[in-house]
């Protein structure tokens, strides 16, 4: 790799008094999307007429006021997309188009003439100010620089006053504005309000690109802020940014220029644009969003933006991309999965959202919990218990989270990929629900003997049907005393898995068993929560004998057979 000699550090901005630092956005600027002009110019296969438009008006439902929609100089096709926008009447009431044109009096005259007709239009046009574009590209002066700028916003000035019913808006752009000297920038914007006649009620839209990123955040920041300090006619200027994501700051960058001083910025969706993209108009927004600051988008259905961004561009987004990838709201790890869980069960509908790990509630973006966690080798049992009760109402207690999320891991590692919340359902119930039975439960009738509860257990012991019976305290005393088998209930728990007349319950008990280490857990569901806890009972006592060893479980078998004479076999 070359050595690091080659290369020079940009100089930091003289202002030592900058005010930035110390500011909080508290409003969101005016957004412009560019998707139909920078970034359809930067597709491999930029998008047509028909894509162009599904976008446009994608881009006025999410609630863009200003779009830029083409560089109709350039093409047929893109001077007959902004008459199709104009005379087949797409523009609502409240959005201005512009475009996009470079400082020659031909391209001029042609995207004026692209405009005809339009309630509002923005013409921009630019000029590349910085000494490298100066003196290696155009071979020209600054007095040269600044005389075309000029006579070009005159000419425009000239040919807009020829349509006036149309409410026309000048925005200037010094292309590559930071990397250019700043008394540069400052004279030739100066200069640009001027020649347009700018006034407080008709203001000039400075914008002031990072063409390309050629420092931190803090120097564009600075930049910007030099320039709000310095303008000649401020209150007749809209400051705009349009920062480039070379460094891969340009979020950072747009966010420290609004504190700066810019009231408006230019981007794309998801980043879209030239080399590594234009600032993302996405992020900024939800970054406002997540600080209590309205943005003035609507992203509350971000899966289908990004569903039609992706037809529209062909480009993918990223399941890592902010807010809006496949993957942002979703946990694999097993610490963060628990601490999902529990901040989710924390959270409240009507208080601040305060949920570890997630900065924004998907529901605000149209998302579901369901993909919040999930679970593969290196999850926990946060994660597995989130799955459950999403998706089945199962809330395990924690000991029987430890227990199966072991059941889990193997899983997950035996196949080496993502464990569905479907497949760990059906692991829980071959687990709990449709262990190997030894002892499989038919029926039971229950009845009183005096203050206790008795119990008539029908079960079938290795394929044989036998009548056990028992009296307790209660129904599940009464079947522990039936099975004859010395375990007890450590814990018990029950619930409804869903509402209504179709209702579920759902109980679990744990079971110790004497001269076996620690317990283990069964689980039944039935629409009567007795036969669900008979059930839970008869799915524990499986599995404890199942810890026993064959020799111990046959006997433990043959003493529950010895309590209660064979009624019939049973397939």
Known sequence: MPGASRYRPFPPVDLPDRRWPGQVIRKAPAWLSTDLRDGNQALFEPMGAERKLRMFHMLCDIGFKEIEVGFPSASQTEFDFVRTLIEGGHIPADVS???????????????IE???????????????????????????????????????????????????????????????????????????????????????????????????????????????????????RRDAV??????????????????????????????????????????????????????????????????????????????????????????????????????IRKGMAAQRASTTWDVPYLPIDPADLGRTYDSLVRVNSQSGKGGVAYLLEASRGVVMPRRMQVEFSGAVQKLAEATGSEVTADEIWRLFAAEYLECAESVRYVEHHLFERGSRQGVRLTVAVDGVQRVLEGTGNGPIDAVIAALGVPVKVQAYEERSLNQGADSRALAIVELALQGVAGSTFGAGIDPNIVTASIRALVAGLNRVLARLGEAGRREALAALAAAAPASERVA
């Open 97 to 111: 188009i512009g475009v996009l044109t470079q400082a020659r009096e031909p391209l001029i005259r042609r995207s």
């Open 114 to 232: 692209s405009l005809r007709g339009a309630r509002r239009a923005i013409v921009h046009v630019y000029t590349a100010t910085s000494p490298l574009f100066r003196e290696t590209v155009f071979g020209m002066s600054r007095a040269e620089v600044m005389e075309m700028a000029v006579s070009s916003v005159r000419l425009i000035r000239e040919l807009c006053a020829q349509q006036p019913g149309t409410e026309w808006v000048l925005e200037y752009s010094p292309e590559t504005f930071s990397a250019t000297e700043l008394e540069f920038s400052r004279d030739i914007c100066d200069a640009v309000v001027e020649a347009w006649g700018a006034t407080p009620q008709r203001k000039v839209i400075l914008n002031l690109p990072a063409t390309v990123e050629v420092a931190t955040p803090n120097v564009y920041a600075d930049q910007v802020e030099w320039m709000h300090r310095n303008l000649a």
């Open 238 to 339: 809209v400051i705009s940014v349009h920062p480039h994501n070379d460094r891969g700051c340009a979020v950072a960058a747009a966010e420290l220029a609004v504190m700066a001083g810019a009231e408006r910025v230019e981007g794309c969706l998801f980043g879209n644009g030239e080399r590594t993209g234009n600032v993302d108009l996405v992020t900024l927004a939800l970054n406002l969003l997540t600080q209590g600051v309205e943005p003035g988008l609507d992203f509350s259905d971000i899966n289908s933006i990004a569903r039609t961004y992706e037809a529209c561009t062909a480009l993918p987004v990223h399941p890592r991309h902010p807010y809006v990838g496949d993957l942002v709201f979703t946990a694999f790890s097993g610490s963060h999965q628990d601490a």
